[in-house]
């Protein structure tokens, strides 16, 4: 059974920061591409930040210079680390397995809530 379980997120004050994981189970992590979404109220969901299955990574460009995006193949985790956070960072968090051959192998966990707010 394939699990992507996220946690970390919370409530922080503007200018401060995050750091959201997300543990996989079931997959062979080393084979997929990890991605960070996020959804906030009343938006679709946005792809904030994506790592290969090598390594490569890409953001979006709201948060460039603010957030990286990085995976520990051993720990089958990946994780998102989120500085200088602003209101507009406020969504639900979600991370994404997609494998890097086999399209119809993709994967969604539940979320986490990342508030940003004084």
């Known amino acids: 059974q394939v699990q992507l379980v996220e946690s970390g997120g919370g409530l922080v004050q503007p200018g401060g920061s995050l750091k959201v994981s997300c543990v996989t189970s079931g997959i062979d992590f080393s084979m997929y591409d990890m991605g960070w979404y996020r959804q906030a109220p009343g938006k679709q969901r946005e792809l904030v930040a994506r790592?290969?299955?090598?390594?490569?990574?890409n953001y979006v460009g709201s948060v460039k210079g603010r957030f990286t995006i990085s995976r520990n193949n051993a720990k089958n985790t990946a994780y998102l680390q989120m500085n200088n956070l602003s209101r507009e960072d406020t969504a639900v968090y979600y991370c994404?397995?997609?494998?890097?051959?086999?399209?119809?192998?993709?994967?969604w966990g539940q979320g986490t809530q990342v508030t940003v707010s004084s």
């Open positions: 790592i290969a299955s090598g390594g490569n990574t």
């Open positions: 994404n397995a997609h494998h890097r051959y086999i399209s119809r192998y993709d994967y």
